[in-house]
């Protein structure tokens, strides 16, 4: 794989899920594994075609964006992903392509939240963490905190694998612990792992940042676990920006700095 450390882009984090996961089998449990591999390469190829065109300025019809999920969709193999995303995108674009304020963004984003759907039904079907490995993975491994929103496992998932190939421990709180409806057991859990990690990250995606929808702001869970974090530790405190490449001002975020690698477990 070819990685540029200042740019982790969501196809080499797709990749890099198809291309590890067997070597996790101890940790993990995963059935269909080759269909599983094979969605997450479909998906690193089929989002190449997007991620570094965020901003085009290119006025594009419904009929020409057709034809760009058409041409992209070649690439992929597995018929009910390309199904999947090709009738989800569509229609959720649709009325998009009637705005007079369309942007080729408001468009995109679509594209990234269907797969990210996509992921989350296939995770939760035939994906499956070992509880009992939760130690093993932490052991004399710097901790770092993963907030998100738990609509984004399978890019979680991709940066857990990323951090252990670079001697780091990722957090991830529904690998281990799954949701539930007590907050109370939540934020206990929470709690202690907060305190146990050294660094923080947030995940800054459309489904975490909701300034897409009108809000301008962070989801409840991440706002709370951001300041938590501050009550314990005042620094290492960085975000991972798959929002909005051109880096939205949100006041919660002002003090942390941009992730660009992961070094011997360390966030540079």
Same mark, same amino acid.
């Given at each position: 794989?070819?990685?540029?450390?200042?740019?982790?882009?969501?196809?080499?984090?797709?990749?890099?899920?198809?291309?590890?996961?067997?070597?996790?089998?101890?940790?993990?449990?995963?059935?269909?594994?080759?269909?599983?591999?094979?969605?997450?390469?479909?998906?690193?190829?089929?989002?190449?075609?997007?991620?570094?065109?965020?901003?085009?300025?290119?006025?594009?019809?419904?009929?020409?964006?057709?034809?760009?999920?058409?041409?992209?969709?070649?690439?992929?193999?597995?018929?009910?992903?390309?199904?999947?995303?090709?009738?989800?995108?569509?229609?959720?674009?649709?009325?998009?392509?009637?705005?007079?304020?369309?942007?080729?963004?408001?468009?995109?984003?679509?594209?990234?939240?269907?797969?990210?759907?996509?992921?989350?039904?296939?995770?939760?079907?035939?994906?499956?963490?070992?509880?009992?490995?939760?130690?093993?993975?932490?052991?004399? =491994?710097? *901790?770092? @905190? !993963?907030?998100?929103? #738990?609509?984004? %496992? &399978?890019?979680?998932?991709? +940066?857990?694998?990323? $951090?252990?190939?670079?001697?780091?421990?990722?957090?991830?709180?529904?690998?281990?612990?799954?949701?539930?409806?007590?907050?109370?057991?939540?934020?206990?859990?929470?709690?202690?792992?907060?305190?146990?990690?050294?660094?923080?990250?947030?995940?800054?995606?459309?489904?975490?940042?909701?300034?897409?929808?009108?809000?301008?702001?962070?989801?409840?869970?991440?706002?709370?676990?951001?300041?938590?974090?501050?009550?314990?530790? =005042?620094? *290492?405190? @960085? !975000?991972?920006?798959? #929002?909005?490449? %051109? &880096?939205?001002?949100?006041? +919660?975020?002002?003090? $942390?700095?941009?992730?660009?690698?992961?070094?011997?477990?360390?966030?540079?």
């Amino acid at each position: 794989m070819n990685y540029n450390p200042e740019k982790l882009s969501r196809s080499y984090l797709y990749e890099l899920v198809a291309d590890s996961v067997d070597e996790l089998s101890d940790f993990f449990e995963v059935r269909e594994i080759k269909r599983f591999k094979q969605i997450f390469m479909d998906s690193a190829a089929f989002v190449e075609h997007f991620e570094n065109d965020i901003y085009s300025t290119k006025d594009y019809s419904y009929e020409e964006f057709d034809v760009l999920i058409k041409s992209a969709l070649k690439d992929t193999l597995d018929d009910e992903f390309k199904n999947y995303i090709f009738s989800s995108v569509l229609e959720q674009t649709s009325e998009k392509f009637k705005s007079k304020t369309k942007t080729f963004k408001s468009i995109v984003v679509n594209v990234f939240k269907a797969i990210a759907n996509f992921h989350n039904n296939l995770i939760s079907a035939i994906f499956h963490s070992k509880p009992k490995s939760f130690s093993l993975f932490k052991t004399n =491994k710097p *901790k770092t @905190f !993963l907030s998100y929103a #738990y609509y984004d %496992k &399978g890019i979680s998932l991709a +940066l857990f694998i990323y $951090f252990y190939l670079h001697d780091g421990f990722l957090y991830v709180n529904w690998m281990w612990s799954g949701a539930n409806d007590d907050s109370r057991v939540t934020k206990e859990q929470l709690e202690e792992q907060l305190s146990q990690c050294s660094q923080f990250l947030f995940l800054r995606t459309i489904n975490s940042e909701l300034e897409y929808y009108g809000a301008n702001h962070i989801r409840q869970w991440c706002s709370w676990e951001i300041g938590n974090y501050y009550t314990k530790h =005042k620094d *290492k405190k @960085f !975000l991972l920006n798959f #929002y909005d490449r %051109k &880096g939205t001002v949100n006041d +919660l975020l002002s003090t $942390f700095k941009e992730f660009h690698y992961v070094e011997k477990g360390i966030i540079k």
